[in-house]
């Protein structure tokens, strides 16, 4: 037996942890958010990452738009922006035995509905962001993750460089910085993210700056680099990503590069076209974009030097409407949800190129899908 010692095995369990290869193929649960007519509500599903199946989907809570989704930080708690019966507002669950949600409390926004959610890493708050009404909301959480009395927060202003969508602010993702130090808010309506600072202990948020996308791109949702360095915004009506340097210190950017998730020429020959979602893979070589109306895939090299990205692939969906996207924890397959097609798809992500193959046989119905959440499974 080689005797390695404590260095030989720390190397030798970093250097596991890096080559997602090496990692065991698992199963996970799956949830679906909705939005339309055909929804009862919340629906759940397993997925075999070692086959790249999904099993049927199964209605996991019965409630009016569940829209978007988010975990608590402990795995154990489930969040949603949903229609209630005091208004549009977030519902909360406690997630049990086989997947089911129980409910622990629900809020209403106050300010309309919501487009996405995002739990704050410390868990002691939410946010919501109201495309509609051009709001932040911040919702406190209890220890046992009940939701406190929402706090509005107002956008101003509008671009207004494309008629009618940007004449007023629409804030249309919320999400944080890699160390929880600011939260930021992609505004459609106002062409770049709105950047607060984080008070955990209140907790609260103050604005504290704004980095400026492309003038008519529309900013809808963004991810940082897996290393914190970037920052990868998905401009819905240009069908663009825009890429800024992140300063963690400082919580300020500077905007680096925008290159197109379609061709002039591909968009041309569409009705419509707009970008949905962006997901960074773990290895953090790689970005996908989802194109709404030409229903595809677009699969980014991403250099992690620089944060530039080079379009390598174009992948259909085997659906209709890709609004959302998630890739698998591991990293090895990538779930594209057909909102007008009522599909949930599976293509395998190959773990050198980055690229997609669609997993043949491999699409289930849901209904009306609009979000794709990966959560422990039990």
């Known amino acids: ?172 993702w919320c999400g944080y910085s890699p160390d929880g130090r600011f939260a930021l808010v992609p505004d459609l309506g106002l062409d770049g993210i709105v950047i607060y600072r984080v008070d955990e202990s209140a907790p609260a948020i103050e604005r504290h700056g704004f980095a400026a996308s492309v003038p008519g791109g529309g900013a809808r949702h963004m991810r940082f680099s897996i290393d914190g360095q970037f920052i990868h915004l998905l401009d819905e009506l240009a069908l663009s990503v825009t890429t800024f340097a992140w300063d963690a210190q400082n919580g300020t950017v500077k905007k680096l590069a925008t290159v197109p998730t379609l061709s002039e020429e591909v968009k041309a020959k569409e009705d419509f076209n707009s970008a949905a979602e962006i997901v960074v893979h773990p290895a953090g070589r790689t970005v996908y974009t989802s194109n709404r109306g030409h229903d595809s895939v677009t699969v980014f090299r991403a250099n992690p030097a620089s944060g530039a990205l080079a379009a390598i692939q174009v992948q259909p969906v085997r659906g209709a409407f890709p609004r959302h996207i998630a890739l698998a924890p591991d990293g090895a397959w990538l779930l594209a949800a057909g909102a007008d097609s009522n599909t949930v798809s599976v293509h395998r992500v190959d773990q050198r190129t980055g690229e997609l193959t669609y997993q043949t046989r491999s699409v289930v119905h849901v209904p009306a899908p609009i979000c794709i959440l990966f959560a422990a499974k039990d």
């Open 1 to 172: 037996m080689i005797e390695l010692g404590m260095a030989g095995i720390l190397g030798a369990l970093l250097a596991t942890a890096s080559t997602l290869d090496a990692r065991a193929p698992s199963s996970w649960r799956v949830y679906f958010g909705t939005g339309g007519p055909s929804a009862r509500g919340i629906y759940t599903a397993t997925f075999d990452g070692e086959r790249g199946r999904l099993s049927a989907a199964e209605l996991a809570h019965e409630i009016p738009s569940p829209g978007f989704l988010a975990l608590h930080p402990d795995g154990r708690k489930l969040y949603a922006v949903a229609d209630l019966p005091g208004g549009p507002g977030v519902a909360a669950f406690a997630i049990g035995v086989g997947g089911a949600l129980e409910p622990i409390g629900s809020a209403p926004t106050g300010d309309g509905g919501a487009a996405h959610v995002a739990v704050h890493p410390s868990g002691r708050f939410l946010l919501t962001a109201q495309y509609g009404r051009g709001s932040v909301a911040l919702f406190p959480l209890d220890a046992e993750g009940r939701l406190g009395a929402a706090r509005i927060v107002r956008h101003e202003g509008g671009s207004r460089v494309v008629a009618k969508r940007q004449d007023a602010p629409h804030p249309h």
